[in-house]
């Protein structure tokens, strides 16, 4: 009877062993963007999924509100997956994670990947905007510094003075 319980004991802590041994083979996913992630609209971004060489499948995930989307899926026994978005806007933009599959079971996820996409050219237009509003702003006052010079210069006759002017006189014509 006691040869039963140590086998039996003996048999329960090498399976904890071996459960965590392979808890320990499956370390979390590290995800970064090549470049960078922060990518400027219609450009292209390499996403990295690094695992261990043992790893036969890698997938990317795009984080939603309340679940994720597979965006794709690498096969192949490789260390490191690489995932390519061409042309990057708005709808590509986001959050992303990746895990890769080893054996029978899948890896945590990495930790969250944020894409950010950049609008240069709005940019650009803001600054030729602000350019425009400036330039805009000085023709302006410069118009209105020759509207008063042209007031200031303007003198109304004294009444002594108005003596040699003509009478102005408005008749009424009957039509």
């Not at 994670?97 to 950049?118: I, P």
């Amino acid at each position: 009877e006691n040869c039963f319980f140590m086998a039996l004991s003996l048999t329960v802590l090498c399976l904890g062993m071996k459960i965590q041994a392979q808890e320990e083979d499956f370390p979390i996913p590290i995800i970064s963007a090549v470049p960078s992630s922060v990518i400027p609209l219609n450009e292209s971004v390499k996403i990295l999924c690094q695992g261990t060489p043992q790893s036969f499948l890698y997938q990317l995930e795009i984080l939603g509100n309340s679940t994720n989307k597979m965006v794709e899926e690498k096969y192949g026994f490789q260390k490191e997956a690489e995932f390519i978005i061409n042309h990057m806007d708005t709808k590509t933009a986001g959050r992303y994670q990746c895990r890769y599959r080893k054996a029978y079971r899948w890896s945590k996820y990495s930790e969250a990947l944020q894409l950010v996409v950049t609008d240069t050219m709005n940019q650009d237009y803001k600054l030729e905007n602000l350019i425009r509003v400036g330039v805009a702003g000085l023709v302006l006052v410069a118009l209105l510094a020759i509207l008063a010079e042209n007031w200031h210069s303007y003198k109304v006759p004294h009444k002594e003075d108005r003596q040699d002017l003509p009478e102005w006189s408005y008749d009424k014509q009957k039509m």
